[in-house]
Structure formats: C-alpha cells, structure tokens
C-alpha cells in the first residue's frame, strides 16, 4: 500500500528534483516542459504514457503545441507519496537523456 509522504520526505525528494515545485493550495508538484515543436512534446508524451502505465500511476498533463505542463500527486492518498518522486525522475530522464 502506498503511503503519504511526511513533509520532511517530500522536502528531501523535492530537492534532488530540478524545476519541479510544489503546487500551491494543493499537494501536488508541477514542472513545464518545453520541446523544440509538436513532434518532440508528443514523443515525449508518449514515452512518458508507457513508463505511467507501467508503474500504474498516471500524470495529470496538458499540451499546447511544444508545451508540455505535468501535475503529479497520488489521488489514492490525496497527496504526494514515493511514486509521484519516481516518476519525475522517470520524466526527467526521458526529457534530457544523458
Ligand atoms: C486502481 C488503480 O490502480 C489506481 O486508481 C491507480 C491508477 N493510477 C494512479 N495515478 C495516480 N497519479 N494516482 C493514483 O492514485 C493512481 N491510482
């Protein structure tokens, strides 16, 4: 079962994530991504839709042409937990692979 995250935690697993913050009035965290034009952003999408699926906890996203916006929480905690810290990373990593 997966938990709610302390706010100490949170704090620390947001740190070793760059630009990405904690929602305000919610507890969430959000990061914007920009590609180069559409066909980057979506083949990002799609990266990042196969990695969600696979670890059965989805993003909450919008697109608007090279813009990507993410929103991730945990909706079965009703806030952040260890799986909205793994995914970004995951994100990250597809987003600027080394
Ligand atoms: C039943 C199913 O496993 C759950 O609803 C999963 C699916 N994907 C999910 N995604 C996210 N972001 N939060 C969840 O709590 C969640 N729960």
Known sequence: MVERLKPEDRAAGLNSLPD???????????KSFKFRDFREAFGFMT???LVAEKMNHHP?????????DITLATHDVGGLSDLDL???HE???IASPA
């Open 91 to 93: 994100i990250n990593r």
């Open 86 to 88: 793994e995914l970004a």
């Open 60 to 68: 909450e996203w919008s697109n608007v042409y090279r813009t990507v």
């Open 20 to 30: 990405w913050h904690l929602c305000e009035g919610r507890e969430a965290i959000f």
């Open 47 to 49: 990266q990042v839709a």
